[in-house]
């Protein structure tokens, strides 16, 4: 393990550049003798999820092998790199609110149609954290929405903030991935990973289209390959079998006190968002709806939305599609319980790719670690905590790789060749 190491690291969404960024940090790395390379099939970093979340961070997150560690990280780089001011690194209130919408709302909006379909919910409240909301009002200064509405408020975790803070995803990812730059990692976007050659004892070479001259090019006498794609993974290592599902989000331009909110609101049964109603549809909403909403730094306030499954994944995050309506109803339903984010302008609609490891149907925790190649590694199928769980990860990683094990946290549950990959 102490030779010259020639790493490539497929994906430059938070996985990859918080790995590179570790890497360049770990006490055995020595730029004169090591490679670090980053393949980002996009046209720019965290151009995928990494660049679209919420950022929200949370000592109740899981999966809790990594957790409390990428916790703690996130508050040491922000120490170390001028965080608050680079990516909004910042503590924050956080709580869940049921509210119910009445009439005289619905007539305002001028909304009197029907409109049909369910209210999927991420899954980021495991029922754990579900056990951590407390009871308490609507804390005075959320004065942002509209107290009426609101029936019941539940503060999530600790109070005062101790246990939940959030970053710009975007700001976050991009930073670290140009400090691992200048400590030497070499990054190439717009370079799509088309095949990885391995033998049983390592990997051999890496292939990647150059999407701007569409030549096929490779690079050799690789040692390591990280495979941390995102959604994407499944592709680029099939047996890994982390693919991709959809989520809309909506970005406010709108400066508001810093709370991520956690909605259940009941619209009433004649309800219709308005650009539904102007394009003279008639879909009955089933009544009740649940976007998650985050105050976030730099004057902006960032609000999620249902999954679907309507658009398979891509060929890459620069083609991901989003549907405009489905972001006018996220803003619509935000605008019966907060009047200031209703007449706030909008600063992006977009729609990204959560990652998810599936087996059997069903979504398991995220792969971190060696496969069954040495040398090949797998970072990846973080779900709705990869923000939270990047620095972990990447720190993890960087142990793995030079160190042949992880020493910072205990995560055998997550060891990818669990699942034969
Ligand atoms: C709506 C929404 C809200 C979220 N909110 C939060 C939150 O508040 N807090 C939180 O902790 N997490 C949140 N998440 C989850 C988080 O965004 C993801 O878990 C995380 O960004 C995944 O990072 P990644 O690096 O694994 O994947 P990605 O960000 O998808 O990065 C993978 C990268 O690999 C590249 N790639 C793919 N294939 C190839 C290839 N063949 N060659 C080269 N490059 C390739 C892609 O272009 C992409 O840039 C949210 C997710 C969604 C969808």
Request: glycine share 8%.
């Amino acid at each position: 393990m102490e030779g010259r190491r020639n790493i490539v690291i497929v994906g430059g969404g938070i996985m990859g550049c918080t790995s590179a960024y570790y890497l360049t940090r770990h006490p055995k790395f020595n730029p004169a003798l090591h490679t670090i390379t980053i393949l980002e099939a996009a046209s720019s970093l965290a151009s995928g999820a990494s660049g679209k979340a919420g950022g929200l961070l949370a000592l109740w997150a899981y999966p809790a092998a990594l957790v409390p560690l990428s916790y703690r990280l996130h508050a040491e780089l922000a120490a170390e790199h001028d965080g608050p001011r680079r990516w909004g690194y910042r503590k924050l209130g956080c709580g869940s609110i049921e509210a119910v919408v009445s009439k005289d709302r619905i007539r305002e909006m001028q909304q009197a149609q029907e409109a049909g379909k369910t209210w999927e919910k991420l899954p980021k409240q495991d029922e754990a954290a579900k056990s951590l909301l407390a009871s308490s009002s609507l804390p005075a200064d959320v004065d942002w929405v509209d107290r009426d509405a609101v029936q019941g408020w539940a503060e999530m975790g600790a109070p005062g903030a101790t246990e939940t803070a959030q970053v710009h995803p975007y700001h976050f990812t991009t930073s670290i991935g140009k400090l691992a730059e200048e400590a030497g990692v070499v990054i190439k976007t717009r370079s799509k990973v088309t095949k990885i050659s391995t033998s049983k004892t390592g990997p051999e070479l890496v292939e990647y289209v150059d999407r701007d001259s569409d030549e096929v090019k490779t690079i050799t006498d690789v040692t390591d390959v990280l495979v941390a794609a995102g959604p994407w993974t499944g592709k680029v290592l099939p047996r890994a079998k982390v693919e991709g599902l959809r989520a809309h989000s909506v970005v406010f331009e709108a400066e508001v006190t810093p709370y991520a909110i956690f909605t259940d609101i009941e619209l009433p049964p004649d309800f219709i968002p308005r650009h539904r109603a102007e394009a003279g549809q008639k879909r009955r909403h089933r009544g009740r709806v649940d976007p998650e909403i985050y105050a976030r730094p730099f004057g902006e306030v960032y609000a999620c939305g249902e999954p679907d499954s309507a658009v398979p994944l891509p060929d890459t995050a620069d083609d991901v599609e989003f549907e405009e309506a489905q972001c006018d109803d996220i803003i619509s339903y935000i605008a019966t319980i907060s009047p200031v984010l209703g007449a706030a302008s909008i600063k992006a609609k977009q729609a990204c790719y959560l990652p998810r490891h599936m087996r059997f149907g069903q979504e398991s925790g995220p792969l971190v670690g060696p496969t069954t190649i040495p040398g090949l590694w797998v970072a990846s199928g973080h779900t709705c905590w990869g923000i939270q769980n990047g620095p972990a990860t990447g720190k993890l990683m960087s142990e793995f790789i030079f160190d042949g094990a992880a020493s910072s946290a205990s995560v055998d549950k997550l060891d990818p060749r669990k699942f034969k990959v």
